[in-house]
């Protein structure tokens, strides 16, 4: 009998002695908090990788909770699951959670595929039982469908708004062959996936509805990240190449040019495009012919435009700016050159033309535009009313150093459209050009560089 009180005695003080946070209450009352009453997930390509994002609950009582559940409402088919403690499932029993404590749970999901054109809802809940009370936090998300493209030439197709395309190797147009890719299409790249053209590219899209390419993983970070794909390449024997009201960024090379030949048409004509967030350069050419109107190209790491090795270069109402520089460069971001080293003791050499009129040429350094006559080639240079981020004079154009001397609106959020005051209003002499890069009518005084500052009334 003693030894049956010394027993209760014992559990009466163990009991006694037990801290309260982790003593489990079933009180009925007890609340728990979420960090969100919705868990929301971007556009996901189906079938093609997961992404996570994490839900926090909260215990704010003294007395600790045993969830009796943690499940999601989908019990079979869910495009969802669950992490829990390191362990990805539907559903969890019994788990505690002290007073004052809280518990990560991180929500997964992986899109199955529906076979559909348009995006389309991908929706779940989790749901937290405990002490008689029930909590659901929503679980939406938006799938896209896709059509895949491995390592495989092509010749004479036509890419359409209907889904996008997802490149994730290496895709060819073949010579003498064309790829016409409609307005709103987005084209997508995996890692070092690229886009060559030996015969000719058409991708013409509108103001309202522009051609993406860009690469395949747009969650979280990855939507602004260079580097995530290799680029778009003109061989050899292309031409006829057109790209109007498009997007290329995210990418190493935007534009890569290695089409020689004995003429000065463009191969490759760029209108009203942005070009940004290249690894390398937006725009890379070796003795190449290339025509570029309302163009934007910033945040690339060695040049904005490269032309080397001579060839032919038109560039009229673009702006080009390294400003803010996100990338460490120690050299011009715009260079031409009739020359480029190919191997120690030889140099390539050909003819540089160079006709740039009401551009911006601006940056974080001293000088942002160098034009190279080493190799000994002709030059002919036609530099008419730009703006040009210089520390010397250079006739018939518009030289500074200062702070935002064009008048970008706000250069570190990318805004390069101008400002009410901004100096290049009103400096760009008629062109020919009559809408600006948003397809927007340009008045009788255009304005420096590729956007027309619109005045409100």
């Known amino acids: ?21 982790e003593s489990i209450s079933f009180d009925s009352s007890l609340s728990l908090v979420f960090s969100n009453d919705t868990v929301a997930f971007d556009t996901l390509l189906s079938e093609r990788r997961s992404s996570t994002r994490r839900l926090t609950v909260y215990n704010p009582n003294e007395e600790a909770i045993q969830l009796s559940e943690i499940a999601l409402g989908k019990s079979e088919n869910s495009d969802y699951s669950v992490i829990i403690n390191g362990k990805q499932q539907h559903s969890v029993r019994n788990e505690r959670l002290l007073g004052g404590d809280s518990l990560m749970v991180l929500v997964e999901v992986n899109v199955q595929a529906r076979d559909e054109n348009l995006p389309y809802l991908v929706k779940d809940s989790i749901i937290f039982r405990w002490n008689t009370n029930e909590e659901h936090v929503k679980l939406v998300s938006y799938g896209q469908d896709a059509t895949d493209i491995g390592n495989v030439t092509i010749c004479d197709e036509t890419w359409t708004s209907n889904r996008p395309y997802i490149i994730s190797d290496t895709v060819l147009v073949g010579s003498n062959c064309s790829l016409i890719i409609e307005k709103g299409t987005n084209i997508y790249f995996e890692n070092d996936a690229a886009l060559f053209i030996q015969g000719t590219l058409t991708a013409i899209g509108d103001s309202a509805d522009h051609i993406v390419f860009r690469n395949a993983r747009f969650d979280g970070i990855y939507d602004q990240v260079p580097g995530q794909w290799n680029g778009i390449y003109f061989l050899e024997g292309s031409a006829d190449n057109e790209i109007a009201f498009a997007e290329i960024f995210n990418g190493q090379v935007g534009l890569r040019l290695g089409s020689p030949d004995d003429d000065n048409i463009p ?17 890379l050419a070796f003795t190449s012919d290339l025509s570029a109107t309302n163009t934007l190209i910033y945040n690339c790491g060695s040049y904005l435009v490269g032309g080397f090795a001579g060839g032919n270069y038109s560039f009229t109402h673009c702006t080009f700016s390294n400003e803010p520089a996100l990338f460490v460069q120690d050299e011009p971001t715009v260079q031409f050159s ?46 008419n009313s730009n703006i040009l981020k210089s ?3 250079i006739a018939s154009n518009f030289t500074s150093q200062e702070n935002n001397f064009p008048g970008f609106t706000n250069a570190f959020a990318n805004d390069y459209t101008l400002d009410t005051l901004a100096f290049a209003k ?8 009559k809408n600006d890069l948003r397809g927007m009518l340009r008045d009788n005084q255009p304005d420096i560089g590729a956007f027309e500052r619109i005045e409100k009334d």
């Open 426 to 433: 009103d400096k760009g002499v008629d062109a020919g050009v």
């Open 1 to 21: 009998m003693r030894n049956l009180l010394l027993f209760f005695s014992i559990m009466i003080l163990w009991a006694a002695c037990e801290p309260t946070e």
């Open 338 to 383: 009739d020359n480029i080293v190919i191997s120690e003791d030889e140099l390539l050499t050909d003819d540089l033309s160079l006709d740039m009129t009401n551009c911006i040429v601006w940056g974080s350094g001293e000088d942002e535009l160098l034009i190279n006559n080493g190799g000994g080639a002709n030059i002919l240079l036609s530099l």
């Open 391 to 393: 520390s010397q004079e």
């Open 267 to 283: 191969d490759v004509r760029v209108s009203n495009t942005e070009i940004f967030n290249m690894s390398t350069a937006g725009i």
